[in-house]
């Protein structure tokens, strides 16, 4: 099995974007009422404050579960550090080969191109203010980047345990045809010796 290839692209989240501190009027004057936040209507206000936990979800507790769960929940794979046996060895390649699928798979998930507001249901999003959308996509660009990385860590480490696995096993393995070969050699010739009557072939 050729050695996995890691393809995995981290994205970069955005940096917090402080927000400016009011220009400070002048003594005596009234901040100017540009300044002042955006009314909101009554109507608006209602739904946003029925569908507040959902808001808030998306602003501090959104973790990307979707991108890690059902199909793209990779197991890993049991590496011992040697196989001394034809069916182990083949199970432990067999299952290998399915977890760097299913990795393929979650890489190639994670590395789909949308925009991160897509990731936050249509009629929530429209509710959220400028701010709020601003902190919901930084969230979740950070989400991923670090889910990306997480996986990324685990993978390599799994494929170091796979090496040194591939490793001991093939050279316990040349180690052992050859310590087989030797002895069905000797046999071998024990066996000639007898059925000459225990002279040497070559002495006859």
């Not at 995995?8 to 901040?31: C, D, E, F, R, T």
């Not at 069916?87 to 299952?95: L, S």
């Not at 059925?195 to 002495?203: A, D, H, I, L």
């Amino acid at each position: 099995m050729n050695k996995f290839l890691f393809y995995l692209a981290l994205a970069i989240s955005a940096a917090p974007v402080l927000a400016q501190q009011p220009a400070k009027s002048p003594a005596g004057k009234a901040p100017a009422a540009s300044a002042a936040a955006p009314a909101v209507s009554p109507e608006l206000a209602q739904k946003r404050e029925a569908r507040k936990a959902e808001i808030e979800h998306w602003l501090t507790r959104y973790d990307g579960y979707e991108l890690k769960d059902g199909k793209f929940a990779c197991r890993s794979p049991r590496i011992p550090a040697i196989s001394k046996d034809n069916a182990e060895i083949t199970a432990v390649g067999e299952k290998v080969t399915a977890w760097q699928h299913c990795y393929n798979a979650f890489v190639d998930n994670l590395n789909k191109q949308e925009p991160p507001e897509q990731r936050i249901p249509k009629d929530v999003f429209e509710l959220m203010t400028p701010a709020e959308r601003e902190q919901a996509i930084a969230r979740i660009k950070s989400v991923k980047s670090e889910i990306g990385l997480t996986a990324s860590v685990k993978a390599k480490t799994i494929m170091a345990d796979y090496d040194a696995w591939r490793a001991a096993t093939e050279a316990w393995v040349d180690e052992h045809n050859k310590t087989t070969k030797q002895i069905q050699e000797q046999n071998r010739g024990d066996y000639e010796l007898r059925r000459n009557n225990g002279v040497p072939k070559t002495e006859k």
